[in-house]
């Protein structure tokens, strides 16, 4: 674990912008004691909110000035043409530059993937930035889950380069040497899906540094089968997008019917130490916080609705990413698989 952390935090992105980041950020430097924090946004309206939480001078919370803000309908090439001294633009120029290691956004989820692949680049030998993040499952372990939506189609060797990416990042956060990793299809069988997917798989099968499982169905998802569960951008967002409507659902449902009889309340009351542990297990709250991997930096996206505790997450996960060192171990893996590539091209 390093001595000492900075972070660049995106205040003004999102839905609620400073009401939901300032409170997550100073639950942050509460929780980390070797954490600073770089607040991008608008200097006015951070200090107002700091001061109103009476955290105006505290020394490990750095207002950086930002005259321009990174809408949620913003296109991306024009956030990316005429946004230079937006907070999203100046926390991504301060991981570039060295000043933080990571950058927190929760915003415009478009025009954060377009200035992060521009400002910081990609790892050499990767195609695609991908975004993923965990989830929970029967087992005690969640499951890793990309692409999330920064690449709504996908050619086979992208999906095969995130299995690595995903492998690598499930083997950190799990202390796992060889990740189960799996594609998801529309049927396990190995007639099932499109040609880009069966190619894919092929890869997938013919690397030995991929624990590869094969394929596997929506339905297993939560299973814990799979460590690492491989998709294109477009069904990886509804599918995530999907389980978390589903378990706002369930908890509102469940919440609702205790509220109807007293003998349900008196239940709910006997209960109350299981049903926390239940919710706080599915709350997609505690899982905000989706890594932008394959970039020459450390990116976390944020829910756009994020409150501050799921955006107090999304710094934990930031925080995660900088002690295991994610972008160098990817770099390491992929320059590994490339020198064994031209030994095999040298035999043959």
């Known amino acids: 674990m390093l001595t000492n952390l900075t972070i660049a935090l995106d205040m003004m992105g999102g839905d609620y912008g400073p009401r939901s980041s300032i409170p997550a950020a100073i639950l942050a430097v509460k929780k980390y004691p070797n954490l600073t924090l770089l607040l991008c946004g608008n200097e006015d309206v951070l200090r107002k909110a700091l001061q109103k939480e009476q955290y105006l001078d505290h020394p490990r919370l750095l207002i950086k000035h930002c005259e321009q803000v990174v809408t949620n309908n913003c296109e991306p090439a024009h956030a990316l043409r005429n946004k230079r001294n937006s907070s999203m633009r100046i926390a991504l120029d301060m991981v570039k530059s060295g000043q933080a290691q990571a950058c927190v956004s929760s915003g415009n989820t478009g025009a954060l993937l377009s200035m992060a692949h521009y400002v910081l680049k990609m790892l050499p030998g990767i195609k695609r930035p991908a975004l993923i993040t965990s989830m929970p499952t029967e087992k005690k372990q969640p499951v890793y889950l990309l692409d999330l939506g920064a690449n709504v189609l996908c050619d086979p060797e992208t999906l095969f380069q995130f299995g690595i990416m995903g492998s690598i990042v499930a083997g950190e956060a799990l202390d796992k040497a060889n990740p189960k990793v799996s594609l998801l299809n529309i049927g396990a069988e190995d007639i099932k899906g499109h040609d880009g997917i069966k190619q894919a798989a092929k890869l997938m099968c013919e690397c030995e540094h991929l624990n590869y499982q094969g394929y596997c169905e929506g339905s297993d998802i939560f299973s814990g089968r799979s460590d690492v569960i491989v ?11 999907t389980c978390e409507g589903i378990a706002k659902l369930i908890m509102l449902k469940f919440t ?8 349900y309340k008196v239940l709910a009351f006997l209960l ?16 905000n916080g989706a890594s932008l991997v394959g970039l020459r930096g450390i990116v976390v996206k944020s829910h756009g609705n994020a409150s501050n505790k799921a955006f107090l997450a999304a710094i934990d996960e930031a925080v995660r990413e900088v002690n295991r060192r994610i972008p160098e171990k990817i770099q390491t893996a ?3 698989m490339a020198k064994t590539e031209e030994a095999s091209v040298s035999q043959d």
Not at 231 to 241: H, M, P, Q, R, S
Not at 256 to 263: I, T
Not at 272 to 287: A, E, F, H, M, T
């Open 256 to 263: 609702n019917a205790l509220k109807k009889h007293f003998f």
């Open 334 to 336: 992929f320059e590994k």
């Open 231 to 241: 998709c294109e951008g477009f069904v990886g967002n509804i599918a995530l997008k």
């Open 272 to 287: 109350r130490p299981v049903i926390k542990k239940l919710y706080k297990k599915v709350n997609p709250d505690q899982y």
